[in-house]
């Protein structure tokens, strides 16, 4: 009974907080994926602008990092790095001295590796067009997981990770045209920010937040809470990181 109690007194504050989020309370209104160059939501080159960078996009300030990445996109010097066919034809130095000239790559020897791994994936598997990976996946969430996390999980350096992968996976949602089959499995993308908001709404305990596999713990009490609510867990993780970025603000 008391974890019943317990979850519906949670329930309501993450109502109260989707609420906050909707009126506005939250800010939020420009995320830091707005930054790009508006490409057509369907082409092939807008799928890979918000795929690449995602690889390194850990532990650093996001909205930095795709406001790098945009301006790396648009000077027709270094843009060729998101056309995996051509950057793969160029020198490490040159593909390093594109990605640091903005700093796309703060880590410019290991981050400039994971990105033409990443290009060396994407020529391989899906001749350079990302949209191939969804499409041979019939655009369900587990399998995608399963191909990237599971099967090929040293293909996709970083992005395979739990964070990312989820996070990268919304993102796509957010601004291609993707439509996935199963919008239910894609869960919360645990970075700090959810987790921090996920252990001050009372969800997970102080040992559980401490612990190594606190991300885990996330997706899943997200997965368990939200059940029977009419809620997706992907429906909190902007509310969630939003409201952790702004220190909390009192909930109504």
Not at 14 to 29: D, K, P, Q, Y
Request: hydrophobic share 35%.
């Amino acid at each position: 009974m008391e974890t019943n109690v317990k979850q519906t007194e949670i329930l309501d504050k993450v109502f109260a907080l989707i609420a906050m989020h909707r009126n506005g309370a939250l800010g939020g209104e420009v995320m830091p994926e707005d930054a790009n160059p508006h490409l057509e939501r369907d082409c092939a080159e807008n799928y890979l602008y918000f795929t690449l960078p995602m690889a390194l996009n850990y532990q650093r300030n996001s909205y930095k990092l795709w406001e790098s990445a945009c301006k790396t996109y648009c000077d027709a010097e270094t843009g060729f790095v998101f056309h995996p066919a051509i950057c793969l034809t160029k020198t490490f130095s040159e593909v390093q001295c594109a990605l640091t000239q903005y700093k796309v790559a703060l880590q410019k020897q290991k981050q400039t590796e994971i990105w033409l791994s990443l290009c060396h994936t994407f020529m391989a598997l899906f001749d350079g067009d990302i949209r191939k990976l969804f499409d041979m996946c019939h655009n369900d969430v587990d399998e995608i997981r399963n191909f990237v996390q599971i099967q090929n999980k040293k293909q996709f350096p970083y992005l395979s990770g739990t964070k990312i992968c989820n996070y990268w996976l919304y993102v796509i949602h957010q601004y291609t045209d993707r439509t996935y089959q199963n919008i239910g499995s894609l869960t919360v993308a645990p970075d700090t920010h959810v987790c921090k908001a996920t252990h001050k709404l009372g969800l997970i305990s102080d040992a559980e937040f401490a612990s190594g596999n606190v991300q885990q713990i996330v997706i899943n009490r997200w997965q368990e809470l939200l059940q029977n609510t009419g809620y997706n867990p992907i429906d909190v993780h902007t509310p969630l990181w939003l409201w952790s970025r702004n220190g909390f603000p009192a909930l109504p």
